[in-house]
């Protein structure tokens, strides 16, 4: 069983349209990220929840709305989607904040 | 604000040679410290962490970082690197406020050539 899973791995859209990234895990933790990794390899944190609860919004876009019905999940919609916000995606957990991060193996947006 | 700096973008390196890859960060807090490492094409995973204690941790395939409070770094190195380590290598910290977040330095491409 996968940890932390995203669906999709792979998304090319055209620039304006709306699209979701969804993410799970099954390891039981209370917190959960969403980061961004651009072309150089970046890995800059979006949003962070903790027990459903939005903790970290870091100065993203409103057209970044981050969704989590429950702990186990934290989805990612996106509207408007611009060329910019091609990268891959990584949704990842965390149980305390003395453990490790568990990691999605991203999902990579293309917007064309 | 708090930040983490790896200074250099790519290490170059033979492979048997020893590799040392920079960690700053800024501190006025105590911390969590960990390095990830990036294969191509795919998520991160943990390379080593430090939380307390000894401040030399060590991974199962032979990678090291120290922990130097005075000098905010978490260096990682490795004393005879191969070709399956060329990958890249994030640093990453918790600071212990009371925000959950998790920050990351920019990388460091370690190339181990032939």
Partial sequence: ?112 | AQSVTQLDSQVPVFEEAPVELRCNYSSSVSVYLFWYVQYPNQGLQLLLKYLSGSTLVESINGFEAEFNKSQTSFHLRKPSVHISDTAEYFCAVTWMDSSYKLIFGSGTRLLVRP
């Avoid at chain 1, 304006?16 to 150089?40: A, F, P, R, V």
């Avoid at chain 1, 944190?45 to 970044?64: A, D, G, H, W």
């Fill in chain 1, 1 to 112: 069983d996968t940890a932390v899973s995203q669906t999709p791995k792979y998304l090319v859209t055209q620039m304006g349209n709306d699209k979701s990234i969804k993410c799970e895990q099954n390891l039981g933790h209370d917190t959960m990220y969403w980061y961004k990794q651009d072309s150089k390899k970046f890995l800059k944190i979006m949003f962070s929840y903790n027990n459903k609860e939005l903790i970290i919004n870091e100065t993203v876009p409103n057209r970044f709305s981050p969704k989590s019905p429950d702990k186990a999940h934290l989805n990612l919609h996106i509207n408007s989607l611009e060329l910019g916000d091609s990268a891959v995606y990584f949704c990842a957990s965390q149980g305390r904040v003395n453990t490790e991060a568990f990691f999605g193996q991203g999902t990579r947006l293309t917007v064309v």
